[in-house]
């Protein structure tokens, strides 16, 4: 799909049409931001010629190398970063920018709320002069502001899975089958929220190197307020990175909370049938003594030899109970 934004009389207006793609080149002459969703060829060559800029493929965006990420040729510059998909499932996917002073082409392969939650609520300030950089630089902007407010439900999550992991360890019954549901949930919550942690920092790495890279290379042709929202943004891209690695340290140390009740869980478990099997060795030797088929058994003439049997087998399972109480094993 392909979507074109001009700006006559400072204002801004998206070029859109369902036909042929050959019918908008008229209208995208002067477009400022064009943006490319999963381009088809006859989309890419009509940018290409309308433009005369070089428009990368998915392969090209998806390129991990810093050389890959960061280019300029002839005056252009030619970024990737990584950004986060949950159209289906969350996934990394790349968005390509080639900026120049008067164009800017966004290249994506994946739906972005982001990108549509700008485009619907375009400054018009950044369209009045034509401002390239300041399109590019206000997406930077909603995608940083987007990521921050992630992050927050992420710490607010975070929070909640907290009270419930030391809430579930104050009980004082251990092993329920609740208990086990609830741990396994929780480990699957932390998982996604890893995830969603994981994928945000990889955004916010790239982002904090395209920032610097665009002042120094684009010096001579950005706006002095653009280079000062620049400034700006490299700091709060700090400051959301910062905030990620405080969550990321939080959530394993919840993981490894999480890993401790399981395995107290176990423990417990394994602890009462240690009990019960060394509980359980005494009356059966007693009762295998009493089981043998012997002609001559002195306790076989008793009249109480019943009862002194069963009298054993409890009197022997009680005794390592009693020990096990004694030294606080159980």
């Keep these: 799909m392909l979507t074109a934004f001009a700006c006559p009389s400072g204002r801004a207006v998206r070029v859109t049409d369902s036909g042929a793609p050959d019918s908008m080149a008229p209208a995208m ?8 969703l999963n ?8 940018v290409a010629a309308v433009t005369g800029l070089s428009i990368p493929t998915e392969a090209d965006v998806g390129e991990i190398e810093s050389s890959s990420r960061l280019a300029t040729r002839e005056g252009v510059l030619y970024l990737s970063m990584p950004m986060v998909s949950v159209s289906e499932r969350m996934r990394a996917v790349s968005v ?5 002073p008067d164009r800017l082409v966004t290249i994506r392969f994946a739906d972005s709320k982001t990108f549509t939650a700008y485009a619907d609520h375009l ?5 009045q002069k034509k401002a390239s950089a300041g399109i590019f ?5 909603a995608i940083v502001d987007r990521q921050a407010d992630v992050l ?5 999550d975070l929070e909640t899975i907290s009270h419930r992991i030391f809430r579930l360890g104050a009980a004082e019954a251990g092993g329920r089958k609740e208990e086990d549901a609830v741990l396994r949930q929780t480990l699957g919550q932390l998982g996604r929220l890893g995830d969603t942690i994981s994928h945000i920092r990889d955004t916010q790495l790239a982002a904090a190197r395209i920032v610097p890279y665009v002042e120094l290379t684009a010096a001579t042709w950005l706006p002095k307020d653009i280079k000062v929202r620049l400034r700006t943004l490299r700091r709060d891209i700090s400051s959301v990175s910062d905030f990620a690695t405080h969550l990321i340290g939080k959530l394993q140390f919840m993981l490894d909370a999480t890993l401790g009740f399981i395995s107290i869980a176990q423990n417990n478990l394994m602890k009462v049938m240690t009990i019960a099997s060394v509980a359980g060795i005494p009356p059966v030797l007693v009762a295998g003594i009493y089981g043998m088929n012997f002609t001559h058994m002195p306790e076989l003439a008793w009249p109480y030899g019943y009862a002194f049997g069963l009298g054993m087998i409890v009197v022997t399972t009680l005794i390592p109970l009693a020990i ?7």
């Design 152 to 156: 927050e439900t992420v710490g607010l």
């Design 29 to 36: 002459a002067d477009a400022v931001w064009i943006d490319l």
């Design 96 to 100: 390509g920018f080639v900026l120049s």
């Design 39 to 46: 381009p088809t060829d006859p989309e890419r060559d009509l």
């Design 137 to 141: 630089v206000g997406l930077l902007e």
């Design 123 to 127: 400054p018009t300030a950044e369209m």
């Design 324 to 330: 096990f109480r004694w030294r606080k094993w159980i």
